[in-house]
């Protein structure tokens, strides 16, 4: 597995990291926890050093605690803090008291002396970014965190947060069928030193071409209030689908791992987070890190990606109003 740096941070993780969410929580029952530590161990073994969790994830940092302790030095954890009480229906909660109490929470669940790299979950408007950037900065200097990162943050509040304590890295959502950050995210970006983290770089499955009009989501599944993902939405964005299998025929690779192989042509300082609770997946997913999209296929892509506008918003809207733009 290829290793990149997160921006100016010189943060070294694999080119490809593992989004845990799914195994704990947001799309269906919860995978059997002795398997989810199995896989996320194998992920280890396949040369992932970059593993995603958050405090709102349910139990998933005990999972990735009990998985990842026994090879800690080998890895990188990211975990989130910023919602009251770990729970998004709750609303945002940034107070830098709260910020403390997480990462305690945090390092015991993680089984670890120190989180690697301590994302905000969504900025705060309560809460001014200055003294959520220092209360992590405190924790940095008392070496409980690494690095400070930031998730679905706009212009102004990056900005203004690294002003005050570096940020390694941004996570927000970029794939074949979300490109706004394209627009301003990804020059500022490249203007700090700052890294990226996509996560959903496969359109929370969408993009694999195993989603169509007529899927059926369990109940528990978050997707069921997304717009995007409604059966008018999931029919009309199939064209999109077509497309990139299409291109993955062409390429004798699958659709997932062209939507993962043309994020990592955008900028060097890309890391995407797909999840997975099944191994083969995982295999597939790794396996992006070797296809190589010359120029002019990433040009074929980028001209055939706009005969298929996506349709439906990506969030439902009390979750569109945590997203900082």
Known sequence: MQERTLGKSGLRVSSIGFGCMGLSFGYGPATERQSAIRLIQAAVEQGVTLFDTAEAYADNEEVVGEALEPMRDQVVIATKFGFRDGDPKKGLDSRPERIRAVAEQSLKRLRTDRIDLFYQHRPDPNVPIEDVAGTVQDLIREGKVKHFGLSEAGVQTIRRAHAVQPV???????????????????????????????????????????????????????????????????????????????????????????????????????????????????????????????????????????????????????SQKMVDR
């Open 168 to 318: 390694a890295a941004l996570q927000s959502e970029y794939s074949l069928w979300w490109r706004e950050p394209e627009d301003a995210i990804l020059p500022l970006l490249e203007e700090l030193g700052v890294g990226f983290v996509p996560f959903s770089p496969l359109g929370k499955g969408f993009l694999t071409g195993g989603i169509n009009a007529a899927t059926q989501f369990d109940a528990s599944d978050f997707r069921n209030t997304v717009p995007r993902f409604s059966p008018e939405a999931r029919e009309a964005n199939q064209k999109l689908v077509s497309l990139v299998q299409v291109i993955a025929k062409q390429k004798g690779v699958t659709p997932a791992q062209i939507a993962l192989a043309w994020l990592l042509a955008q900028r060097p300082w890309i890391v995407p987070i797909p999840g997975t609770s099944k191994l083969h997946r995982l295999q597939e997913n790794l396996g992006a890190a070797n296809v190589e999209l010359a120029p002019a296929e990433l040009s074929e892509i980028v001209e055939l990606l706009a005969e298929a506008p996506v349709q439906g918003e990506r969030y439902a809207p009390a």
